[in-house]
């Protein structure tokens, strides 16, 4: 961090999000760089971290506000449809939903733990899912400072996103403020 500026340009707010972190090699880092807005269309974040129809929920809670009777209606068929497959009954174990992790996140990168072993200037691949609305975010990031942990092996990894569409900072930039509001109006009321 010698002779960078320790200024930040957005806020920043401890929160818990599901998260993935994936280091990239040269080559994968320029094809994704090469062509971000492809990339981001093809990669989603939900699919990676959320099994079946969870990631699905933002969508239906969109049709819910809109038309509640058409989103009682597709409940209604989606039960129906899991009772004549036999879903409900039979349900094979979908793999293990991942837990949220505590980060500080903000629209320019996060810090986190991370057990995967990763060195300042790795280049990673991050997927976001923000909690409770499942929205997505997807980002290119440098590995800007690593804190060596003491549990398990796990270190602590500052984050920053060189490489993230305005759509998807857009949607940080809103959630770190919903939290910093959040925030804000249980200071008023417990004072």
């Known amino acids: 961090m010698q002779g960078q500026s320790n200024r930040r340009s957005f806020l920043r707010h401890d929160d ?3 998260l993935s972190l994936r280091k990239l090699d040269d080559g994968a880092t320029k094809r994704i760089v090469a062509s971000l807005a492809r990339w981001r269309l093809d990669f989603s974040p939900a699919n990676k971290l959320l099994p079946g129809r969870q990631h699905m ?3 239906f809670r ?3 506000d809109h038309s509640p009777d058409v989103a009682a209606y597709l409940a209604h068929l989606e039960r129906r449809l899991d009772a004549l497959s036999g879903e409900a ?3 094979p174990p979908e793999k293990e939903i991942p837990k949220p992790v505590p980060v500080n ?3 320019q990168g996060l810090r986190c733990e991370s057990k995967e072993t ?3 200037d790795d280049m990673v691949e991050v997927a976001i899912v923000l909690i409770p609305d499942h929205e997505e975010v997807a980002a290119v990031g440098r ?3 690593v804190v060596p942990g003491e549990k398990d092996g796990a270190a602590t990894v500052s984050v920053n996103f060189d490489y993230i569409r305005d759509a998807d900072q857009d949607v940080l930039i809103r959630h770190v403020n919903r939290l910093q509001r959040e925030q804000l109006a249980q ?3 417990s004072a």
Do not use: P
């Open 16 to 18: 818990e999000i599901l």
């Open 57 to 59: 929920m933002t969508k």
């Open 62 to 64: 969109q049709i819910q």
């Open 89 to 91: 009954a039979n349900r």
């Open 105 to 107: 996140l903000s629209a």
């Open 118 to 120: 990763l060195a300042e």
């Open 143 to 145: 590995i800007i400072r």
């Open 187 to 189: 200071r008023r009321k």
